[in-house]
């Protein structure tokens, strides 16, 4: 799966971990996150997160 970075504060939405503080499973999908879902360090919202390439 891959990994997401947050464009405002460079935290890294790593689907194998999740973010269970923020009500997200290990193994869920970025795609898969609910909308409304926000940045576990900034809050800043899911629209700000761009794919990371390898």
């Known amino acids: 799966m891959k990994l997401y970075r947050c464009t ?3 935290y890294i939405y790593n689907p194998k971990d999740g973010d269970p503080d ?11 996150i609910p909308e409304d879902w ?5 809050s800043a919202g899911k ?8």
């Open 47 to 54: 629209e700000d997160f761009e794919p990371v390439e390898d």
């Open 22 to 32: 923020g009500g997200i499973a290990p193994s869920t999908a970025f795609e898969d």
């Open 38 to 42: 926000v940045c576990p360090i900034c």
């Open 8 to 10: 405002v504060c460079g």
